[in-house]
C-alpha cells in the first residue's frame, strides 16, 4: 500500500553569509585538530586517532568548500550585474 504524500511546491533556497559560514566552519576544523596534536599519544594509546584525522580532513575539505563557495558568489554577482534592468511602469507614461 502507497504511503499517501501531500504534492507541494519546493521553497526557494536560502541565501546567507555562504562563503563566511563556510569559512569560519573551516577555521574551526583547523583550531581543533591543533588542539589534538598536543595529545597524539593520548589518542593513539585509546585507539582514537580517527579523531585527529578527521578534524584534518574536515580542514582540507572545507579549503575546498571554500574554492567552491566564492567561486559560487562571484558567477551570482557576475550574472547580477549583466542582467538586463526590468521594464517598470505600464508603458503609458513614456515621452517620445
Known amino acids: ?7 507541494h511546491e519546493a521553497p526557494e533556497p536560502l541565501e546567507g553569509p555562504v562563503v563566511a559560514t563556510i569559512t569560519g566552519g573551516t577555521v574551526v576544523w583547523f583550531v581543533l585538530f591543533l588542539v ?44 547580477a550585474r549583466e542582467a538586463p534592468e526590468p521594464l517598470t511602469g505600464s508603458g503609458h507614461d513614456r515621452t517620445p
Do not use: H, N, S
Not at 1 to 7: F, G
Not at 48 to 63: F, K, N, Q, Y
Open 1 to 7: 500500500m502507497a504511503k499517501w504524500t501531500p504534492k
Open 36 to 79: 589534538q596534536i598536543p595529545f597524539y599519544g593520548w589518542f593513539d594509546e585509546r585507539g582514537l586517532m580517527w579523531w585527529v584525522w578527521t578534524c584534518l580532513a574536515g580542514g582540507g575539505l572545507g579549503l575546498i568548500g571554500i574554492y567552491y563557495v566564492r567561486k559560487r558568489d562571484a558567477a551570482i554577482k557576475r550574472a
